[in-house]
């Protein structure tokens, strides 16, 4: 097995972003998700505190649960700084952010997102940031909707039909698809683009940033059996 199929087997393979809630958490963990999103970007609706994200995810890390600080377009001080407040198992870099942002990680896995167009600039990005796969920082590529003020988080789907096959810029980089996904629509997405992970908000949710048990369970149940490996948590 290859250095970037062992990186692809530890990535978020199913994740539930912009969680603001610690009662949430309980049963994120009871229904099979392995990994949630803290969202920092202050702008968003569901947005926390470095304080709030650090209580979050110190009880998500009791569940067992692995978490993701989702950022867009910080500078290299306030990554650094927020970094240092939070305990987190990965970084998500949601907007321009351009390869030297890396140092400013503290050694954590990155998952760079963009939304897939086939647009040049969505092409320049992922090959610019391609060496830092090579080297081990970048783990994944989360493909979202196009949402260039939000970032993410709209309930838009992203276009599967742009992902199988695999453009040529994304091969051989593990791919979590967002964008719209809901328990109706989830596996077919997977089945159309061969992502190796997913990640849900608006699709699972009462109202922006509480989630729904029922929606929940029945994203993580219509998912058993996608993918021939289990999660390595």
């Given amino acids: 097995m290859n250095a970037m199929n062992r990186r692809s087997q530890v990535i978020p393979r199913i994740k539930v972003c912009g969680v603001t809630l610690k009662t949430d958490l309980d ?3 009871s229904a099979g998700v392995d990994t949630i999103g803290l969202n920092f970007v202050p702008h968003s609706p569901r947005y926390v505190t470095p ?17 993701v600080a989702v950022t867009m377009n910080p500078t290299a001080d306030e990554l650094e700084d927020l970094l240092s407040h939070v305990d987190v198992d990965f970084v998500q870099l949601h907007g321009r952010e351009r390869p030297v942002l890396s140092v400013a990680c503290r050694g954590l896995p990155i998952i760079k997102a963009t939304s897939w167009t086939g647009r040049p ?13 090579a080297s081990g920082e970048l783990v994944a590529w989360l493909v979202d909707a196009h ?7 709209t309930g838009h789907i992203a276009r ?11 091969q051989g980089l593990p791919l979590i698809l967002a964008g719209g996904l809901k328990a109706t629509n989830v596996v077919q997405a997977v ?17 922006p940033g509480v989630k729904s ?8 149940d219509n998912l058993s059996g996608q993918w021939p490996f289990p999660t390595d948590n």
């Fill in 27 to 29: 049963f994120l963990a």
């Fill in 160 to 170: 599967w039909d742009l992902l199988q096959p695999r453009p040529e810029a994304l």
């Fill in 147 to 153: 949402a260039p003020e939000s970032g993410g988080g």
């Fill in 121 to 133: 600039e969505e092409i320049e990005l992922v090959t610019a940031w391609r060496g830092k796969a």
């Fill in 51 to 67: 304080k709030q994200g650090q209580e979050l995810s110190r009880h998500a890390a009791e569940l067992g649960l692995r978490r």
């Fill in 213 to 220: 048990f029922e929606l929940v369970q029945a994203f993580t």
């Fill in 191 to 207: 089945q159309c683009t061969l992502a190796d992970g997913v990640d849900a908000a608006s699709g699972v949710e009462l109202r």
